[in-house]
């Protein structure tokens, strides 16, 4: 779909259901194969931002390396009903590095 419908939000049912009252689609998952369906339902659906908790983010790496090299969507981890795994962080990191070369964000020096 050529027209990027807006946001959507796969996780834990405790930490994504409140994202509805911003008016973004949500998918409630209870397990890792529905977290990867429905990432792959809202990417076809044309969604241009999904959010997905770290914990069902770092049980579908395959799923979501397929967008990586994409514009669209642009798949955002974030912490789930539990608080952070340090899975967005890393990613992060990971990906300042792949584009420059270096790890800017998370030096570490003698002050640390």
């Not at 209870?30 to 770290?54: C, H």
């Not at 642009?74 to 789930?80: C, S």
């Not at 962080?89 to 800017?104: F, M, P, S, T, Y």
């Amino acid at each position: 779909m050529s027209d990027a419908r807006g946001m959507g939000v796969v996780g834990e049912k405790d930490a994504v259901l409140a994202f509805r009252s911003m008016g973004m689609t949500v998918r409630p998952v209870q397990n890792a194969d529905e977290a990867a369906q429905a990432v792959r339902q809202l990417a076809a659906d044309g969604y241009a931002v999904i959010f997905i908790t770290e914990t069902y983010a770092e049980k579908i790496p395959e799923t979501l390396s397929k967008y990586i090299n994409q514009p669209l969507p642009a798949i955002i981890p974030i912490p789930g009903a539990n608080g952070t795994t340090g899975y967005a962080v890393r990613h992060l990191k990971a990906n300042v590095e792949k584009a420059i070369g270096a790890d800017i964000l998370f030096e570490k020096d003698g002050d640390n």
